[in-house]
């Protein structure tokens, strides 16, 4: 059984910076995708940003593009996600996920996959509130 536990999360102004992080116990990320997704009240789970652990490739939506930096430190077992200039959009509670085996293309190689619904373990999420 994998265990997902973020922590970071806080109040920050418009502008401001934040980093969140993901820790899994129970099983290394090797192998897999691990993705953050967040959720603002009264919307649906969207994906913010991911990483393939093996080949470090990264993929992020285009809302955090040039602001969120994910990154990965193998020997803690852990993600990070880097939040800089935050806007009050941006307020959500923030989940970490991860999959038991990670999405595959039919040319064979692995992807960050974007759709919730592809992720088998999550974290129980950190709030994230910027305020303007």
């Known amino acids: 059984q994998v265990q997902l536990a973020e922590s970071g999360g806080g109040s920050v102004q418009a502008g401001g910076s934040l980093r969140v992080s993901c820790v899994a116990s129970?099983?290394?990320?090797?192998?897999?995708?691990v993705a953050w997704f967040r959720q603002a009240p009264g919307k649906e789970r969207e994906f913010a940003a991911g990483?393939?652990?093996?080949?470090?490739?990264?993929l992020y939506a285009d809302s955090v593009k040039g602001r969120f930096t994910i990154s990965r430190d193998n020997a803690k077992n852990t993600v990070y996600l880097q939040m800089n200039t935050l806007k009050p959009e941006d307020t959500a509670v923030y989940y970490c996920?991860?999959?038991?085996?990670?999405?595959?293309?039919?040319?064979?190689?692995?992807?960050?996959?974007?759709?919730?619904?592809?992720?088998?373990?999550w974290g129980q999420g950190t709030q994230v509130t910027v305020s303007s």
């Open positions: 129970g099983r290394t990320f090797s192998r897999c995708a």
């Open positions: 990483i393939n652990w093996n080949s470090g490739n990264t």
């Open positions: 996920a991860t999959d038991r085996l990670p999405a595959t293309s039919s040319s064979g190689s692995t992807y960050v996959s974007t759709d919730p619904i592809r992720y088998d373990y």
